[in-house]
């Protein structure tokens, strides 16, 4: 479970059969927020071996394997969430939408509506500890299937998240990496930084290693979804100088059937 290096303690919890739930952990205050919540019992099972409170959740999707946990764990805590998916979430303490920023275990936490995944999907970064969750948006080397929203929406999430500094650590939803890794090759075969990170992730799942989080960086380089606009994806995928937007809802189809 992948801890971060600074000051602040970030916890990635499996939780069902490839979700992930995370907890942040500031050791100053004692103050804990929960990232999704998936299921309840693996998620109590780390705060109760760390002896640590709730102090919020923080949602980032309607979809019931991001929220049916909250009600077992939200006691005390905080619950926040999109403005626009309100109708649809747990009962929310904290409301929020595109460019708010709150406070969330002693820093300040910027809201991004991300929406593509589902409409109203928004992302939590942190620029203090460097991290961003992205749930079903942004994913470790692919994004979410589009449910609801259009291939531009989502391509506009994106360039989004991709504009974060690239040391940012991008904690999604679901371990669907390797899965996520064969597709990119599909698309560059000869992207040398593909390959190599393919090879990685390969020998990490085989141990059972969690490949949540990645790095922004490593994203840009190697994620199909984070390149529509490079020109090496488009030729890659004989569109050489087509629309960016063209090029992504070619992409994303392509993995709806692959």
Not at 10 to 38: E, F, K, M, R, W
Not at 147 to 168: C, H, I, N, V, Y
Not at 202 to 213: H, I, Q, Y
Request: some cysteine.
């Amino acid at each position: 479970m992948p801890e971060n290096a600074q000051t602040h303690q970030i916890v990635v919890i499996p939780c069902l059969s490839d979700n992930y739930a995370v907890l942040i952990h500031n050791p100053d205050s004692g103050q804990t927020a929960l990232v999704d919540a998936p299921e309840a019992a693996p998620i109590q099972a780390e705060l109760d071996a760390r002896g640590w409170t709730l102090t919020d959740i923080l949602i980032t999707h309607h979809h019931d394997d991001h929220i049916d946990g909250v009600a077992a764990l939200r006691s005390g805590a905080r619950v926040v969430g999109a403005t626009a998916d309100a109708h649809r979430l747990p009962a929310l303490d904290l409301a929020v939408s595109d460019g708010d920023t709150i406070e969330v275990c002693g820093v300040i936490t910027e809201v991004l509506d991300v929406s593509g995944h589902t409409l109203g999907h928004i992302a939590y970064h942190m620029p203090e500890v460097s991290a961003a969750f992205t749930a079903d948006s942004l994913m470790a080397m692919g994004c979410g299937r589009l449910f609801e929203g259009t291939p531009d929406q989502m391509w506009t999430s994106l360039q989004k998240l991709r504009a974060l500094p690239q040391d940012t650590m991008i904690y999604s939803g679901h371990e669907y990496t390797a899965s996520n890794a064969k597709f990119a090759l599909t698309i560059e075969p000869d992207n040398a930084a593909l390959i190599s990170r393919v090879r990685q992730i390969t020998a990490d799942r085989a141990v059972g290693t969690p490949t949540v989080p990645s790095k922004l960086s490593d994203e840009i380089a190697t994620n199909p979804f984070l390149r529509a606009d490079n020109p090496e994806l488009q030729k890659a995928v004989n569109m050489a100088g087509a629309n960016a937007n063209d090029v992504f809802a070619y992409v994303r189809k392509a993995k709806d059937t692959f």
